[in-house]
Structure formats: structure tokens, C-alpha cells
């Protein structure tokens, strides 16, 4: 099979390689998927720089996300699922090989169906950011009737957070964005209002939109940025969920926080309880028979094209999320 892979960290044009590798065999309780289109994801840059972990094995086949059919099962399987279209969660996580390949062996659990209606290049978007995003309005309680604020909203986690967020019952939807295109992409996903970080007081304009009561929920992409305003904007024991940061640390003002008892629930997607993932799919998979959600593919390369496709990931400028067709 044609596959990318990289052996040690670095660069990604200097460490990626494109070739031929073996095709895997599904083992006991697996299944062999033909990968159609493979998501990139931030993680997926970080981990082949080094930035976030050393490489763990001698060759690593990259992403976790990816989408395509079921070719072959292994023993333990019903062979039904052979022809079943299916997305793939954690394909990359704590194992040596992704979805950067023309095939795929893992746990059949991780090959989820995908809804007729529902294209591949949307199916390699589900498994970190569509799954970080729900977890990160369901946790603790949800967010009916709840006023929120997604931060980050024009980005991938942040797109489908906006969407959760109102198909949940919120009852205001917030975002941070930093620029009139990006506030467009989260105002059409369905946020009330965009607050520009870059140019405004975030905190001061929250607390301005929502009659100065403040936000239930912030859905967090950066903890380092955002953590000194959380006393500011939170409601009285609101949450902030987080889900990522742009540092290695976070600094909070205690005093205020501690006497309005705001709490912040850490959590990685990679990471979710069987039952938590197991709510978030049942979720997803009912929203997308129903067709309710809005995709949003900013690009689309071809595995040839790995390398410049961490490289656009890493800059930071895409609306939206990355695919390659495999």
C-alpha cells in the first residue's frame, strides 16, 4: 500500500516520507479499512515535530482521523460490516500506524458507521474535532439554557461547538475570532455574536452581550491566553471545559475565581471513558442520519501531499478543517 511515515521528529519536509509499505491484515476483533480521505489535525503536527511527545516507535504512519470501507475483518467480526462505509477515532493514538496510508488495520470499535448522507472528507473530521467539540458542551451538566462562549469559534473544534451548542438548547451562543472572515464562518454556524480578541476587551464585551451576568461555559482552545479572564466572564460556578493550550502553563486569579466558584474540567478526546465516547457517537451518528451539521473543508491535498498539509495545519490560517484524499 502507498503510505506517509516518518521515522524521526523534525521538520515535516524533511522527515516525511512517501512510499510503499506492506498492506496490514485486520488481526482478532479487527477490521482492514480502505482510507478514502485522512484528517489533519494539530496534534498531528505537534506529535511528528516533537513538540508534544518523542517519537515512540521506529516508523510512525501519521493521524488519527480518517474515514473509508471496511475491505476485510479479522476473526470475531461479523464479515457484514465487509463494504461498510465507516469513520475512524484514535487511529494513530498509542499505536505505530495511522490514517496516512491506503489502509488502515485497527480495533473494529474505532470504525464507527458513516451515515449514508455524509461524505468522506466530513468523515475525517469526526474523530477529534467533532467528538472534542461535543464533549466539551455535554460534560458536566450540558448547556441548556446555558450561555456560552466558544472560543476559537471559526476553527474546527470551535465550528462544530457553535452547531452542538445550539442543537443542545443553549440559550446564547459566543464566539472569539480574529477577523471578519472567521467571524462570518462562526456567525453562519450559528453563533448569536463574535467578540474579536485581537481588537476588543473579551471580557468587558461578554459581559456587555449577555447584560453583564456573564457565561455558564467556555469552550476552551487555549487555556494560556484565556485563564486570567475566567473570573471576569463566568457566571457564579460556571465552567470552563478545556481542551487545548498555546503554552505549557496557565494562570489564574484565585481570589475572584474561588468567590464566584468557577470550575475548569480539563479533558483530551484521545482520553474519554468508554461511556463518554460512547454518548458523544450516539450524538453524533443521530445529528448526522438527520443531516443537521454543517462540514467545513478548507482544503483538500493528496497524500503525496503530506508534508505541505502539516505545514498549512501548523500555520494556522486554514477556515476550517484539512483532508487528504487517500
Excluded at 500500500?1 to 516525511?16: D, K
Excluded at 486570567?228 to 466572564?233: P, S
Excluded at 460556578?237 to 474540567?265: C, D, H, Q, T, W
Aim: hydrophobic share 45%; net charge neutral.
Amino acid at each position: 500500500m502507498r503510505a506517509a511515515w516518518y521515522e524521526r521528529n523534525g521538520p515535516a519536509a524533511e522527515v516525511i516520507t512517501i512510499g510503499e509499505m506492506p498492506t496490514p491484515a485486520p488481526g482478532p476483533g479487527e477490521v482492514l479499512v480502505r482510507i478514502a480521505a485522512s484528517g489533519v489535525n494539530p496534534s498531528d503536527w505537534k506529535t511528528r515535530s516533537g513538540r508534544s511527545r518523542p517519537i515512540a516507535w521506529p516508523r510512525i504512519i501519521p493521524h488519527s482521523d480518517g474515514a473509508g470501507t471496511i475491505e476485510a475483518v479479522g476473526e470475531g467480526v461479523p464479515r457484514g460490516r465487509i463494504g461498510e462505509r465507516v469513520w475512524i477515532w484514535n487511529g494513530q493514538w498509542k499505536r505505530a500506524h495511522g490514517t496516512a496510508a491506503e489502509y488502515i488495520a485497527l480495533p473494529a470499535a474505532q470504525a464507527v458507521r458513516l451515515p449514508d448522507g455524509t461524505g468522506f472528507d466530513a468523515g475525517a473530521c469526526l474523530g477529534i474535532p467533532a467528538l472534542t467539540a461535543l464533549h466539551a458542551v455535554v460534560t458536566d451538566g450540558g448547556v441548556t439554557g446555558q450561555r456560552v462562549l466558544v472560543t476559537g469559534g471559526a476553527g474546527s473544534v470551535g465550528h462544530y461547538a457553535i452547531q452542538f451548542a445550539r442543537l443542545l438548547g443553549a440559550a446564547q451562543v459566543i464566539a472569539t475570532v480574529s477577523g471578519p472572515e472567521k467571524a462570518a464562518h462562526a456567525l453562519a454556524a450559528g453563533a448569536d455574536a463574535c467578540v474579536n480578541y485581537r481588537s476588543e476587551d473579551v471580557a468587558a464585551r461578554v459581559l456587555d452581550l449577555t447584560g453583564g451576568q456573564g457565561v455558564e461555559r467556555v469552550v476552551e482552545v487555549d487555556v494560556t491566553g484565556n485563564a486570567a479572564l475566567y473570573a471576569q466572564l463566568l457566571s457564579p460556578f460556571g465552567l470552563a471545559a478545556v481542551y487545548g493550550a498555546n503554552g505549557a502553563g496557565a494562570e489564574f486569579s484565585f481570589g475572584p475565581a474561588i468567590l464566584k466558584g468557577v470550575g475548569v474540567r480539563f479533558f483530551i478526546v484521545y482520553e474519554l471513558t468508554a461511556a463518554q465516547r460512547a454518548t458523544a457517537i450516539a450524538a453524533l451518528q443521530g445529528w448526522l442520519e438527520a443531516g443537521l451539521l454543517r462540514h467545513a473543508i478548507a482544503a483538500r491535498m493528496t497524500l503525496a501531499d503530506c508534508a505541505a498539509a502539516h505545514d498549512a495545519v501548523e500555520a494556522g490560517r486554514l477556515i476550517g478543517n484539512l483532508v487528504l484524499e487517500c
